[in-house]
């Protein structure tokens, strides 16, 4: 009677989770062709009350795109046995996942002293009026749909600093993730606002941590912060 055994899963190299996190960084830069190239053409053909709202549905097209072209490989696989490293008991975890996620909503309400989803909603219904319904839809796909590029950069930029570095209880994903989205929030939104973001996204890698790297858990994790 023989037996067969099954190859060890090939867990990849530093250069190849460099790689990817690299393409989920530019994944973003999308945003940055529609500014540029698209927004004219769709001020022209919906009007300005419109404009951000289709800006924003054809932003998230393409992040929702290029994430999933990237999410089709390891470490999202559901069969990749390094998708849940090992780590602390269940408990701490919780614990590591709550008080991250209490930090990152509380420190932005109290820098900003206003709470982001009520802000933002007023501004926006000053800003489009009649459009505020769909136009709010609109914000929410967007910002759904960055988030899980955020997560697909965080899962890759994970894999990177374990394979060059080792520990997989540091949140390397949130370093890489503050090296690249949240150090290009300087330049978007200042140095307080970078320095926000570069904050944000340390702890949205302790997030992905908490969880082991699940990607439907990091994702409800990540978003809930990023939203509220």
């Known amino acids: 009677m023989s037996t067969s055994t099954r190859p060890a899963p090939d867990l990849g190299t530093a250069s190849r ?6 393409y ?7 945003e940055l062709v529609v ?3 698209l927004d004219g053409a769709i001020r022209g053909a919906v009007g300005e009350r419109w404009a951000p709202a289709v800006h924003w549905l054809v932003t998230a097209a393409g992040w929702l795109a290029g994430a999933l072209l990237l999410l089709r490989h390891a470490p999202w696989r559901s069969d990749d046995p390094v998708a849940a490293p090992a780590g602390p008991g269940r408990a701490r975890r919780a614990a590591y996942a ?3 996620l209490v930090l ?3 420190s932005r ?5 206003e709470w982001k989803p009520l802000a933002e909603a007023v501004r926006l219904h000053d800003d489009v009026g009649s459009a505020f319904a769909p136009s709010l839809a609109a914000l929410v796909v967007y910002y759904l749909a960055e988030v ?7 899962g890759y930029g994970q894999r990177w600093g374990e394979a060059a570095r080792g520990r997989s209880d540091v949140p390397w994903g949130g370093f890489v ?3 690249t989205w949240g150090l290009v929030h300087v330049l978007l939104q200042g140095p307080a606002g970078g320095a926000y973001a570069m904050g944000a996204a340390v702890l949205y890698g302790v997030l992905h941590r908490a969880v082991r790297g699940r990607l439907g858990l990091t994702y409800a994790l990540v978003a809930t912060a990023f939203v509220l």
Do not use: M, P
């Open 109 to 113: 309400a109290a820098l900003t002293h």
């Open 104 to 106: 990152a909503v509380g």
């Open 24 to 30: 989920a960084f530019a994944v973003f830069g999308w």
């Open 177 to 179: 993730l503050a090296a």
């Open 17 to 22: 989770w460099r790689n990817l996190a690299l």
């Open 98 to 100: 709550a008080a991250a």
């Open 148 to 154: 899980l590029v955020i997560v697909t950069l965080l």
């Open 35 to 37: 500014g540029l190239a």
